[in-house]
């Protein structure tokens, strides 16, 4: 059964940019959430998909999207981007209803020039 | 406000031994916690969980303790073997999903 897949799986791109980041769920899980590692705040929650719906959201600010499609798969969206976007975003998959395990995918490293 | 507080950001132990991971919360409201480990360049991997309602969950070498009265849990490995060195992330899930983790400990196993 194959894993949790991000693409690309490192991104540089200058400030003011804007970039798109797509993770695959495990095949039948229908949760997919973000998350952004850094070495000052470590791992902190963006947003979570179920169905298509945006279900719970981080501390984050508007420059920060994302969506979800019919078949799960999910992107995120970093508009405007600033030096300390630079982090690895991760994304976790589950089946969704009620409390399940999420399973990581490897991340995206994005370095912010 | 950090809801889950690893204190220790490094700990290292003897092959064979048992290594003892702590983690503190604040929120009342996690309804599950759990414990990732994390390889350098690679996403976290779960290892084990335990219900805010259970106050033990073990599976093979990993054993998780949960004192909700202290709102403190343990992750025990026994025995500790190299390949168990990595970092460690404790979790408190708060419902739809949503993941709050500690900062880490870093874990070294010693020949």
């Known amino acids: 059964k194959a894993g949790v897949t991000q693409t690309p799986r490192y991104l540089i791109k200058t400030r003011g940019q804007q970039v798109t980041l797509s993770c695959s769920p495990i095949s039948g899980h229908r949760s997919v959430s973000w998350y952004q590692q850094t070495p000052g705040q470590g791992l902190q929650f963006l947003f979570e998909y179920f169905s298509e719906t945006q279900r719970n959201k981080g501390n984050f600010p508007g420059r920060f999207s994302g969506r979800q499609f019919s078949n799960s798969r999910s992107e995120m969206n970093v508009s405007t981007l600033e030096l300390g976007d630079s982090a690895l975003y991760l994304c976790a998959s589950s089946w969704g209803e009620a409390y399940n395990e999420q399973f990581f995918g490897p991340g995206t490293r994005l370095t912010v020039l | 406000d950090q809801q889950v507080k690893q204190n220790s950001p490094s700990l290292s132990v003897q092959e064979g031994r048992i290594s003892i991971l702590n983690c503190d919360y604040t929120?009342?409201?996690?309804?599950?916690f759990l414990w990732y480990k994390k390889y350098p360049a690679e996403g976290p991997t779960f290892l084990i969980s335990i219900s805010s309602i259970k106050d033990k969950n073990e599976d093979g070498r990993f054993t998780v303790f949960l004192n909700k009265s202290a709102k403190h849990l343990s992750l025990h490995i026994v025995p500790s073997q190299p390949g168990d060195s990595a970092v460690y992330f404790c979790?408190?899930?708060?419902?739809?999903?949503?993941?709050?983790f500690g900062q880490g400990t870093r874990l070294t196993i010693n020949p």
């Open positions: 929120n009342s409201m996690f309804d599950y």
């Open positions: 979790a408190g899930n708060q419902g739809a999903q949503k993941l709050v």
